[in-house]
């Protein structure tokens, strides 16, 4: 195991270099909703550690909470779902494409003993309706930004995974004096200046067209409406799931019970929020985020992640101010659900020390 710390001048970083962190797996599935009231088992992909006594006599209870229904609150554009758990600093955790708060159910839970965590359904996803109008990045990180506001968080720290990372160094580099620490999980960046200038030629018919044609894509979305439970039905049949699981994971999923929850989640996501979502891939205004950023960050990674391997990883930290590198062997994209023993070590290291070593 080995720690890259880019400075604040960052010099090339090395292929291969990086904090290397890994886990003994465990085949066991952590307990499906409506589970009776025994103490979860170690080992099991939830590790509850809660340290008030109330708490740590109903673990079980939380769990049960979390995956139930989330909490709402009223936004400017609409209502906003979020499930939150724990005492102590704030922490926000933002879900990647095609997924919601309920990918965050262990994170929630294994950071509840040390931060007060929120995670949301970013407008469009899980149960938060679609903004009525285009879902850019720094659209969805004003709501966020307004979510924050709405429950007095003067300062936090926040977590985005893929997509929602995207959203969240767009807020850290507009909010610095409010965004205390970032985590970008599973988000790189495009290799070099060409690359992501074409990139971006590329993809600007569609943001015209997307910027055009969404008020017929609000008259769409009813209709759309109509098909969802036929396709999650379809979704879900075996081995549909699995094929579907099987580039965004390395080792398959540990806890079962969240490859119904993804189908749930992909079958949920508003298409004006999916194609937004597909719209924000290679966006120049993430790319000058990241070098904006003034915060400490963590850069974690699976090491096998085929949708953001680690060299875009090390290309992202090249371009940001105070960037730490963090990768879990055998590991893909959804280190959370993958390795959370591993990954939730990273997270508590980086956010309790500051801008210290990882680990």
Sequence with gaps: MSAEHPSDHPTPIRRGKGLRLSVTSSDADVPTPGAG????????????????????????????????????????HGPLAYRAAGHGPPLILLHGWAASSRYWLITLADLSADFRVYALDLPGFGDSPALPEPGTVARQAQAVLEFADALGLTTFDINGHSYGAAVAVTLAASQPQRVKRLVMTSLGAIGNEIERLLFALARAPLDLTLQVGYPWLNLLAPWVELWRPFATALLCVPPLPQLMAARFVENGLREKWMLQEGIVDLTKMDLRAHLMAMASIGDLQVFDAMRAAPQPTLLIGGARDQIMPPESLRAAAQAMRQPRLAFIERCGHVPMIEQPEAYHAALRA???????EVL
């Design 37 to 76: 009231d025994e103490p979860l088992r170690r080992g099991q992909g939830l590790r509850l550690s809660i340290h008030d006594a109330a708490a740590a006599s109903s673990p079980s209870r939380l769990l049960r909470e979390l995956i139930g229904a989330p909490q709402i609150i009223e936004l400017s």
């Design 350 to 356: 980086f956010l309790l020390d500051g801008a210290s």
